[in-house]
């Protein structure tokens, strides 16, 4: 029986999230965000020898970096939608200038009919950028997808997606492997009639959930004013966190900081969010969850 219980660990497949850029909206590096970052939304997974990529924010600039060092890379990039802190990155990859190299990218057409790839090419066209997307080299694969889809990467990893705003297209994934379950739900309005359905059924006994925090918190100047530090918002977690307990989701960490919030600010709220789900947590770049 030992030698049964080594080769079943041998066989184990490893599945890590790791956080490479935790902002929302702008990108915020400073002495004010040192602990938690100030990189706009990158989660890499990594599964067995299969790579996952979740949104192109300023975060997939220093992924792309780590990335030189176990070239020749292969992987595939999933967006939520085209708003400029999910791709405004992926112009400063350095692994897609690089021949060797090969990407799979995924997203849904935008509000205004376009293309993934045309919204991606969009923003490398000049004045705005010196660098056509015709510069990258590596071997780019776009793949158009819709809500409800599902596709099936590496060994047997199984992505669904869920729309979770029609309005800007936005869509959450639940990637399903190793009898493990990751919901990248980085979309702030996710409580919407329209969509709670779809909202329920994405996250649903998920072992852990990547929930972006509401955009609904108070706008203040950076850093935090003293009576805002002693008066912390309750609340803009407990929907969230409510309906993930009632559906057996095992752990939340909490992405998308605004931008205003400093790092003793989201020190005293995370500690809050604790005293409702101990297992809920706020994300910092270079945080990596073994599942």
Known sequence: ?????VQEESLAVSFDVQFWGVRNQIATPGKDTVR???NTSCVEMRIGEARLIFDGGTGLRALGNSLLSQMPVEAHMFFTHCHWDRIQGFPFFVPAFIPINHFHIYGAEA???STFKQRLSGQMLGPNFPVPIQVMQSKLEFHDIHWQD????GEGIVIETYILNREHRSIGY???SQGKCVVYAMTPDYFTEEHHSNWLDLIRQAD?????APENIPQFHSPPKPEDMNNPVEGF???GIKV???LGVKQVIMSLHHPEHNDDYLDLMESKMQQSFPNATFAKEGMIIAL
């Open 244 to 246: 993930a307990q009632e």
């Open 1 to 5: 029986m030992p030698n049964s219980h």
């Open 174 to 176: 639940r990637v399903i």
């Open 111 to 113: 509000s205004n009919g």
């Open 36 to 38: 938690y970052g100030g």
């Open 150 to 153: 599902k596709c099936v990467v």
């Open 237 to 239: 977690w407990e929907k």
């Open 208 to 212: 852990l959930l990547l929930l972006a």
